[in-house]
């Protein structure tokens, strides 16, 4: 029940405001994020050497789904978090040598 007066508060009120003029409602989308889905094929640990000399892991990982595939680095080791078989939806955001992981779904 508070949960319905509360949102009838806000349509209320944004209906109300809306009448005084540049009223803005706004939300926010993490700027250059990626989806990517589909079966996982492969998954490989790696390390990779950078431009400035220095090393760090990288998780490979190969999506199968629609007769075709999409390997992704992602930094760092998440093996355990891409199940082999599994449908995995996983949002990330791209970078220069690997992508930063945000979450994965297993469906």
Known sequence: MKRL????????LGI????CGNVFIRGSLQP???TVSGT???????????????SFLVTFVTF???????SIGF???????FPINHV??????PGQSCATL???VII
Request: hydrophobic share 35%; aromatic share 2%.
């Open 5 to 12: 007066l509360s949102t009838l508060l806000v349509v209320c």
């Open 16 to 19: 109300l405001s809306s009448g």
């Open 32 to 34: 250059g994020m990626s």
């Open 40 to 54: 996982v094929s492969v998954v490989h640990v790696s390390t990779v050497v950078g431009g400035d000399g220095s």
């Open 64 to 70: 199968l789904g629609s007769g075709s595939s999409q």
């Open 75 to 81: 930094c760092g080791d998440h093996h355990t978090q």
């Open 88 to 93: 995995v939806r996983t949002d990330f955001t």
């Open 102 to 104: 945000v979450v994965v």
